[in-house]
């Protein structure tokens, strides 16, 4: 359909692709998604190609470590549609002119805390209630949009919530997840001290550690997956990957719809563990030092890494300079607020714009939570320090 206003495409992620979209039949694959292509030859990327070869689509996935079924993925979906709607996806030319591309853009900074991440929230939260009514709380650590996303989803319940932030993080971030309610302990000088931290408290205070990644959280994010794969017949779908929950559900929910489309992470160079893991087909710690505070992992997650593996195309690496300009990209031609997370599926698309031409890409904005003094630095040309 054409937008009105603007005249670009809009997807809601039904219509001729999945039928029906209502949430109690759920997602259902016919043929008009079944095509071959969607793989470039050669890449900037750090790692291995893998071309994807899309078979019939089965009524269970298993990628790596994580499994979805249909009835899963439709109850994931019922959970987060209580609390809204399906997010926008659009097609943009004027982003499209830049890359050489048809590209369309997920916007997932249009959730009630501005990321991905809530969906997750809302079906960790769902399920403790339902199968461990006797829980009182959470604690876990984060960067930012985890701890937003449990934060909001707790309150929702009911639940305390207690969230530990290393030194340095995001003000603005810290703020919002007070204001949605949760306790707010600052300790490490990153996300893997502040996580360490968090078990403690776990222990100390009687409540439930939440992980970065966990099949519930892959569960939930991937109810945006169900809604934007299924928008466009897309080649390629470039997302930032953290701690990998928002990779693997985009995996998951292609596989399960028997999709050709290659999914590919893309990373800062100062913070290459997930890259360079992926290369090694093993967890290999690196340090992180960069203002991408959303993919900032010194340490991936093995079930992830087992799930982008097995399942994505390849992981791109970007440098901070590249970083910083996605996000003047993203401002000149969607015109809306990225984080620095937000904008590097961008920053994907744009390392590799001799690969991409003439094809139909995907990326996902996952998060629009980007602090005012960063944003006036990537406003002035520079490059936010880390």
């Known amino acids: 359909m054409v937008d009105p206003v603007g005249g670009e ?9 999945l ?3 209502d949430l109690g039949e759920g997602l259902r694959p016919v043929a008009a998604v079944q095509r071959e292509g969607g793989v470039h030859p050669g890449s900037l990327a750090t790692g291995t190609d893998r071309a994807h070869r899309p078979g019939p689509a089965p009524g269970r996935v298993h990628t790596g470590g994580v499994s979805l079924d249909l009835p899963t993925l439709d109850r994931a979906r019922a959970v987060v549609a209580r609390h809204f709607g399906p997010t926008p996806q659009h097609e943009w030319p004027l982003l499209g002119r830049a890359l050489g591309a048809t590209a369309w853009v997920k916007h ?4 009630p805390t501005g990321a991905f991440k809530v969906r997750g929230g809302l079906v960790y939260v769902e399920r403790l209630r339902r199968e461990r009514p006797r829980v009182r ?4 650590a984060t960067r930012g949009n985890h701890g937003q996303s449990l934060a909001w989803a707790g309150r929702q319940a009911g639940l305390e919530v207690v969230i530990v932030v290393p030194h340095g993080n995001s003000p603005d971030k810290n703020a919002a997840m007070e204001a949605f309610g949760a306790e707010l302990v600052v300790h490490g000088h990153d996300f893997q001290e502040a996580a360490e931290h968090s078990a403690e408290l776990a222990a100390e205070r009687g409540l439930e550690a939440v992980p970065p990644f966990h099949p519930d959280l892959v569960a939930g994010v991937a109810t945006y997956a169900a809604e934007f794969l299924v928008a466009a017949p897309f080649d390629t779908v470039y997302v930032p990957v953290g701690m ?3 990779i693997s559900g985009l995996i998951a929910v292609r596989d399960l719809l028997g999709l050709p489309t290659e999914i590919v992470g893309v990373v800062s160079e100062a913070a290459p563990a997930t890259a360079r893991s992926f290369a090694a087909g093993t967890v290999t710690p690196a340090d992180a030092s960069t203002f991408v505070d959303g993919v900032a992992c010194r340490r991936p997650d093995p079930t992830a890494l087992a799930v982008m593996v097995a ?5 791109v690496t970007v440098s901070e300079d590249l970083a910083a300009d996605a996000m003047r990209l993203v401002l000149g031609t969607v015109h809306q607020l990225p984080e620095p997370a937000g904008s590097l599926a961008f920053a994907g698309a744009l390392a590799e714009t001799d690969h991409i031409g003439g094809s139909t890409v995907g990326m996902v904005l996952s998060g629009g939570n980007c602090d005012a003094d960063l944003l006036q630095t990537v406003l002035a040309g520079r490059t936010p320090a880390a």
Do not use: K, M, Y
């Open 19 to 21: 039928l029906p979209d």
């Open 9 to 17: 495409r809009v997807s809601q992620g039904v219509g001729d692709v």
């Open 244 to 246: 990998g929950s928002g």
């Open 108 to 111: 997932e900074n249009q959730t």
């Open 137 to 140: 709380g959470i604690v876990s």
């Open 311 to 315: 399942g994505a195309a390849r992981i």
